[in-house]
């Protein structure tokens, strides 16, 4: 079973809405020991992402301001807000440990600052 990745169009696309939103901002996010499939958040009965084999590689949360591009285990998020962001982030963090890259700066040995 796999994820299907964005590809550097799709990446590059996602790059560019960030610039193209008022207050939008970008981050970084490696996701420890994640296995291709297996992407599924969850909080009171209701799954905010699930990620199944097939899925485009772009996705975009319905009620909060953010977005994400998903290639192996990185993220790379665009969100308006730090508490958009600290809410994803928490919701991560209750299945995978993360390390976050505030500044965005490289992603997928693109070097974005």
């Known amino acids: 079973m796999s994820t299907v990745p964005a590809t550097l169009t799709t990446v590059k696309i996602h790059l560019n809405s960030v610039i193209s939103i008022p207050g939008a901002e970008y981050l970084t996010l490696d996701i420890k020991d994640f296995y291709y499939g297996t992407l599924e958040l969850a909080s009171n009965s209701k799954v905010y992402f699930e990620i199944r084999k ?3 590689s772009m996705w975009k949360q ?5 977005s994400f591009t998903l290639v192996v285990n990185d993220l790379g998020v665009k969100y308006v807000g730090k508490e958009t962001a600290h809410h994803l982030i928490r919701t991560l963090n209750k299945q995978y440990k993360t390390t976050v890259d505030w500044k965005g700066n490289n992603y997928l040995g693109l070097n974005i600052a």
């Open 62 to 66: 319905a009620q909060l301001p953010f």
């Open 54 to 56: 097939g899925m485009p």
